[in-house]
């Protein structure tokens, strides 16, 4: 299947059953977060053999911390971790880190505060693929962000150029004050585990994506997942409001 014939630039995953996954092997809830590596490491490694350009995976939540500070801390750990450990490799292979969410937070370990940035340096202008990390991430607080940055331009300019916050400029330019104004937005929403709620991902961007609830838990979650996916999105019809 190609990618290209089917206009598929983006597609964004909410890797979710990792708890669960672990739960029914008789492991500790950490364990499934390891297991979901490979699942990760093969996702990108499908993007790259099928041209695609953009990935974007949630990686944590900004809800996320209400979780036992034991499972915060693993994941702190395994975030910085799976950098330290596979970013040469894909590096290697052509892949551009981005991270988005709250990556100012005081709670964020400094050690992957520092490696998240110097990930975004090292890989910078690689060109096969945008790989995206949302890491401490919440939509609203993307909007309220956004909202803010846009308030600050207007106080700052509004005495020289008041017609610079029209209603038009905002409704253009807004994506400009998000996170990651480059990021098209994603075709194909994938979230695993059965789960069918979007849990403050991307609440902007989704707009117009078509939604793929799949039931195989993260780390179980392969080609074959993929490939069923644009098997679903094949027979889907984009209308965008239009009558078709
Ligand atoms: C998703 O798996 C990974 C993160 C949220 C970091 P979960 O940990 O949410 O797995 P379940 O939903 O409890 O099975
Ligand atoms: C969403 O999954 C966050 C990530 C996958 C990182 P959650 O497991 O946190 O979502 P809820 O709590 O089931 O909505
Ligand atoms: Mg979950």
Redesign the pocket.
């Known amino acids: 299947m190609n990618l290209e014939e089917l206009d598929i630039k983006h597609i964004a995953i ?10 029914e092997q008789g492991l500790d ?1 950490t364990a ?2 390891a297991a ?1 590596e490979h699942s990760l490491s093969k996702a990108i490694d499908w993007a790259l053999d099928n041209n695609l350009e953009w990935l974007t995976v ?4 900004t809800e ?1 911390w209400k ?1 036992s500070p034991e ?1 915060v801390d693993f ?1 702190m750990f395994f975030n910085r971790d799976i950098l330290t450990r596979r970013r040469e490799e894909f590096h290697e292979k052509g892949v551009r880190f981005n991270f988005i969410g709250d990556l100012k937070d005081e709670r964020i370990p400094e050690e992957n505060k520092k490696l998240m940035k110097e990930t975004e340096l090292i890989t910078k202008n690689n060109k096969k693929l945008n790989l995206v990390f949302a890491f401490n991430y919440g939509s609203h607080k993307e909007i309220h962000t956004a909202a803010r940055r846009v308030a600050l331009g207007h106080y700052f300019y509004l005495k020289v150029s008041a017609w610079l916050f029209t209603k038009k400029h905002v409704e253009e330019n807004f994506k400009n004050y998000l996170y990651l104004p480059e990021m098209p937005n994603p075709d194909i929403l994938i979230r695993t ?1 059965g ?1 069918k709620r979007l849990s403050n991902f991307l609440l902007y961007q989704l707009s117009y994506t078509e939604l793929m609830f799949i039931d195989t ?2 780390p179980d979650f392969g080609e074959d997942d993929f490939y069923n996916v644009l098997e679903d999105y094949k027979n889907r019809i984009r209308k965008y409001g239009n009558a078709r």
């Open positions: 909410i890797m979710d059953g990792n708890g669960r996954w672990a739960t809830r499934g977060h979901g949630y990686a944590f939540s996320n979780r499972e994941l585990a789960e838990l993260w």
